[in-house]
């Protein structure tokens, strides 16, 4: 009985061994290295800030604050951020200004902010953009600073 020729043994010389079992080296590494994702360096993420007025009049750049100074008008303080960036911020506090004033002087709204619209400064980012929803009564919706811009850095 004879062998079909696919299950016939092969005769290698010892000539031809050492490039056979190099090309099969080469073809197992090509294989392993192909079924292994790319490993590459991890990508540096843009640090996002917002340019704070509370307590520093020229403003420093900040991450979160506990307070901020929203415009001219409104500030909110004790915030609690749910998120921050890359492209918006979310978070909860008590929002007072002078559109406000006197009945929020001492108990002021509780308000949702989301910051948004970053632009870019020396390789971060800056929020420009704030919004606030808050429960205010009527009187005070009108001259409410609920939204607007938000400063940013000078160029140098």
Avoid: H
């Avoid at 010389?13 to 080296?25: E, G, K, W, Y």
């Avoid at 073809?27 to 843009?46: F, G, I, K, M, V």
């Avoid at 800030?49 to 100074?69: C, I, K, T, W």
């Amino acid at each position: 009985m004879r062998l079909p020729a696919a299950l016939r043994p092969v005769a290698l010389s010892l000539t031809a061994l050492p490039s056979a079992a190099l090309s099969l080296a080469a073809l197992c590494l090509a294989t392993a290295c192909a079924s292994q994702p790319a490993r590459t360096a991890p990508a540096e993420e843009t640090q996002i800030y917002v340019l704070n007025l509370y307590g520093d009049e020229n403003g420093r750049s900040d991450q979160r604050p506990p307070a901020l100074v929203l415009s001219e008008f409104s500030t909110v303080d004790g915030m609690s951020w749910q998120s921050w960036g890359p492209g918006r911020a979310v978070g909860v506090g008590r929002l007072s200004g002078t559109w406000c004033l006197p009945q929020c002087q001492d108990r002021p709204y509780d308000a949702t902010v989301t910051l948004s619209n970053v632009a870019p400064y020396k390789g971060d980012g800056y929020f420009t953009r704030y919004a606030v929803k808050a429960e205010l009564p009527e009187s005070e919706r009108k001259t409410a600073d609920l939204k607007g811009a938000l400063p940013v850095p000078e160029a140098d």
